[in-house]
């Protein structure tokens, strides 16, 4: 489950922050700033998506399928049957199989759950460069990768940005130990009208589960 959320997690909020990767060429550069400008300029951001895992060594290729909302540091993801929230401070993470409801702080996640910390891992820990364009169904895509400075368990996150759009439309991220997670994105809309407190999960309206409280 770590494993899953901090891939999406790397994958969604890297849009905020590629105009500031450490840019190689001039191509890439303003590419990027043209995808976080439209990032930018939204109040918030609805992903449905589609998170898949491929380890060709152990022969296992795993589908999985989700969405989640974003505004600011704030989230409502849905995934793998969870509901995790996120008002920027409070992390509540919701399994209805296991009837359990943990609280923590948001600022003490600090592998998948860690947003803050993956929104600027993208703009001073990675180089960028364009690698080509490509030509699908009549649409044009550009390729660019993503390369850690330092040390992570991955080499390399290779975007698909649409040309048109300029957006994002896919991510892969290529572990050292050869297995390949791939993003994509499925749907997407945005500055959506929220109802109060969605960002938060009140477990008094889940009687059932059990409130483990971890702060």
Aim: no cysteine; proline share 2%.
């Amino acid at each position: 489950m770590s494993k899953v959320l901090y891939i999406l997690v790397l994958f969604l909020f890297s849009f905020s922050q590629l105009s500031n990767a450490q840019v190689d060429d001039a191509k890439a550069k303003k590419i990027l700033e043209k995808v976080a400008a439209k990032a930018k300029s939204f109040k918030n951001m609805k992903f449905e998506f589609t998170y898949r895992m491929v380890d060709k060594a152990h022969k296992i290729d795993n589908e999985l399928a989700g969405n989640i909302v974003m505004q600011g540091d704030k989230y409502n993801l849905h995934i793998m049957g969870r509901n995790i929230i996120s008002d920027g401070t409070t992390m509540w993470n919701y399994d209805p199989d296991a009837e359990e409801i943990q609280i923590s702080n948001t600022k003490d996640s600090k592998d998948a759950f860690s947003f803050l910390k993956l929104l600027t891992s993208i703009d001073d820990s990675h180089k960028a460069k364009l690698i080509k364009t490509v030509k699908e169904k009549g649409k044009e895509y550009y390729i660019i990768d993503l390369t850690p400075i330092e040390g992570k368990s991955y080499y390399k996150v290779r975007l698909k940005i649409s040309k048109a759009d300029s957006w994002v439309v896919e991510a892969k991220i290529y572990e050292k130990d050869n297995v390949e997670y791939i993003f994509t994105v499925n749907k997407f809309s945005s500055n959506l009208i929220l109802p109060a407190n969605y960002f938060t999960l009140d477990p008094a309206k889940f009687p059932d589960a059990d409130v483990v409280d971890l702060r």
